[in-house]
T-cell receptor, first 114, second 115 residues
Framework: DAGVIQSPRHEVTEMGQEVTLRCKPI?????LFWYRQTMMRGLELLIY????????DSGMPEDRFSAKMPNASFSTLKIQPSEPRDSAVYFC????????????FGPGTRLTVT | AQSVTQLDSQVPVFEEAPVELRCNYS??????LFWYVQYPNQGLQLLLK??????LVESINGFEAEFNKSQTSFHLRKPSVHISDTAEYFC?????????????FGTGTRLKVLA
């Protein structure tokens, strides 16, 4: 299994531009999570999906952020417009819907907004 | 509200010395407890977890953690660390609320193993 795949691995963009981060979960997993990691705030859960349906988006910082999961094998996190304070590493993770299931994290996308 | 606290942001320790990374949680409901490890420039990986049963759980690389309900703690220990254990360690809890699972990660502890 290739694990969770994220693209791009690095993204540098200018303030005001739209940014789209992509994630392919592990085949067979039915939960998908988006996290943001910064030195100041640590690891924050932004949103997660069960069976392609958003379950908890209370961590999404503001309306500039949106996430979609059109099918079981693909999800996007979009920031429009981007701001310098959005600079962070964004992780996608997938798991089975179960209290005991571990989350498998992707390698992350390092976003820099100048 | 539920929360996870990792009081130590950084822990330096010499190679072959023992280490304990502390994790305390606050919860009014039952929780399931996890430790994840993050090596530089990588995503998190599961180290070990406690769901039920024996309160002492072990990982394949010598780490162990003990669930202490009365002290609401889930500290991570290793009797003898290696240079390769240098990484960031995250404590996490899962609990059921409002018809769904909720996930909370601690702020992480950076373990630096010194030669």
């Amino acid at each position: 299994d290739a694990g969770v795949i994220q693209s791009p691995r690095h993204e540098v963009t200018e303030m005001g531009q739209e940014v789209t981060l992509r994630c392919k979960p592990i085949s067979g997993h039915n939960s998908l999570f988006w996290y943001r990691q910064t030195m100041m705030r640590g690891l924050e859960l932004l949103i997660y999906f069960n069976n392609n349906v958003p379950i908890d988006d209370s961590g999404m910082p503001e309306d500039r952020f949106s996430a979609k999961m059109p099918n079981a094998s693909f999800s996007t996190l979009k920031i429009q417009p981007s701001e310098p304070r959005d600079s962070a590493v964004y992780f996608c993770a997938s798991s089975l819907v179960d209290r005991g299931s571990e989350q498998y994290f992707g390698p992350g996308t390092r976003l820099t907004v100048t | 509200a539920q929360s996870v606290t990792q009081l130590d942001s950084q822990v330096p320790v010499f190679e072959e010395a023992p280490v304990e990374l502390r994790c305390n949680y606050s919860s009014s409901v039952s929780v399931y407890l996890f430790w994840y490890v993050q090596y530089p420039n990588q995503g998190l990986q599961l180290l070990l977890k406690y769901l039920s049963g024996s309160t002492l759980v072990e990982s394949i690389n010598g780490f162990e953690a003990e669930f202490n309900k009365s002290q609401t703690s889930f500290h991570l220990r290793k009797p003898s660390v290696h240079i390769s254990d240098t990484a960031e360690y995250f404590c996490a809890v899962i609990y059921w609320a409002s018809g769904t699972y909720k996930y909370i990660f601690g702020t992480g502890t950076r373990l630096k193993v010194l030669a």
